[in-house]
């Protein structure tokens, strides 16, 4: 199992970014998948799953309406489009294989809001 996450950087609040995890090693499209994130000090935390078709998002409410999950299963590459970004949101994100956050995970992208 392998999945890279990319995207992260410096934003704004207010600002956007776009999250990209590659995944490789297994069938991505019989695997739901899910962002995780971990800010300074803190524990893991469920941001959104998507299950294996892409037919059924869920999200905490720390973001919802802000955040969008999507997939392209011929590219085995899960998404995060996240907008209205907050400080709050600053973390590492990492993508997740399975509904589990604890499940194979990436190496994380930094996601720092800040003006």
């Known amino acids: 199992v392998q999945l890279v996450e990319s995207g992260g950087g410096l934003a704004q609040p207010g600002g956007s970014l776009r999250l990209s995890c590659a995944a490789s090693?297994?069938?991505?499209?019989?695997?739901?998948m899910t962002w995780a994130r971990q800010a300074p000090g803190k524990g893991l935390e469920w941001v959104s799953h998507?299950?294996?078709?892409?037919?059924?998002?869920y999200y905490a409410n720390s973001v919802q309406g802000r955040f969008t999950i999507s997939r392209d299963n011929a590219k085995n590459t899960v998404y995060l489009q996240m907008n209205s970004l907050k400080p709050e949101d600053t973390a590492l994100y990492y993508c997740?294989?399975?509904?589990?956050?604890?499940?194979?995970r990436g190496q994380g992208t930094q996601v720092t809001v800040s003006s």
């Open positions: 090693g297994f069938t991505f499209s019989s695997y739901a």
């Open positions: 997740v294989r399975g509904w589990n956050i604890l499940g194979s």
């Open positions: 998507i299950d294996s078709g892409g037919s059924a998002t």
